[in-house]
């Protein structure tokens, strides 16, 4: 690399391409625009050209020539994807993870289960930054249950959208579900989870890559059984407490 060049030139911005070793793996992907700087990965990323692929080739080997017999196995795949993404990125067990659903209706179950599990707790609590579809989704579950929605102002408090024990201070967490990210969509702040006062336990949901946290106060082995047993909903799930090697806290 010539060190003599401007670090804010671009000439060391095109050196930087050529040498990135990451480089090799933009062809892998649809780029019909190459002056496109896209940076919104998070949400849609770029097509790879393998799914190009593996899209035609189910359309055209299951189901054109399986038709609906093809729900014989199609059924059960939910199981086999979610060990392949547990055991690939989330370092989870074998069926510790289902691909199911929407991320939205699978949100919007889980935090039922959590709501029906404790009737006595009151209050909901999230914070401003958070993904909207999700304080769209509490929302609607406050309103159902007659439910207070406390919003955190982590947007124009000067908190840069993180979760800090400064705006938690300006809420109860007596009695309550708190629900926000570890790594905020936006901007990418880390919220400081283990600055965080008072968090007992804690239950990881993992979307796209991007992981949040529904902070509940009980004993995560019962609260497991209330998930399951009394939402009516089967979540296949694990609650990690503080300190857990895979726990994101």
């Known amino acids: 690399m010539n060190s003599q060049l401007d670090p804010l030139s671009r000439e060391y911005a095109q050196q930087l391409d050529r040498e990135d070793p990451l480089a090799l793996y933009r ?10 700087c896209y940076l919104d990965g998070n949400s ?42 547990g055991s690939s990125t989330l370092g989870a067990g074998p069926g510790q993870v289902l691909v199911c659903d929407t991320t939205s209706v699978n949100f919007y179950q889980l935090c039922m289960a959590v709501v029906k599990a404790k009737p006595n707790r009151k209050t909901i609590i999230t914070d401003a930054a958070n993904f909207p ?19 955190i102002d982590n947007e ?9 024990p400064e705006n938690l201070s300006l809420t109860s967490m007596m009695m309550s579900h708190w629900y926000f990210r570890v790594i905020q969509y936006r901007s990418g702040a880390r919220n400081p989870i283990k600055k965080l006062p008072n968090l007992r336990e804690s ?4 979307s ?31 609650i990690l407490a503080p300190g857990h090697p895979r726990g994101c806290m």
Request: charged content about 20%; aromatic content about 8%.
């Open 203 to 206: 239950m990881a949901r993992w």
């Open 44 to 85: 849609l990323g770029r097509l790879p050209k393998k799914t190009i692929e593996a899209v035609n080739s189910f359309l055209v080997n299951e189901w054109g020539k399986e038709v609906v017999t093809g729900w014989g196995h199609w059924v059960d795949d939910a199981q086999p994807a979610g060990d392949l993404i």
């Open 156 to 164: 124009t408090d000067g908190s840069l959208e993180r979760i800090t």
């Open 208 to 238: 796209c890559g991007m992981p949040a946290i529904l902070l509940v106060q009980s004993e995560w082995i019962l609260m497991q059984t209330e998930l399951i047993s009394q939402s009516g909903v089967h979540i296949n799930m694990e």
């Open 133 to 151: 579809t999700d304080r769209y989704i509490l929302q609607g579950i406050a309103q159902q249950f007659g439910m207070k929605l406390v919003v």
């Open 27 to 36: 062809e892998q992907f649809v780029i019909d625009d190459p002056n496109l």
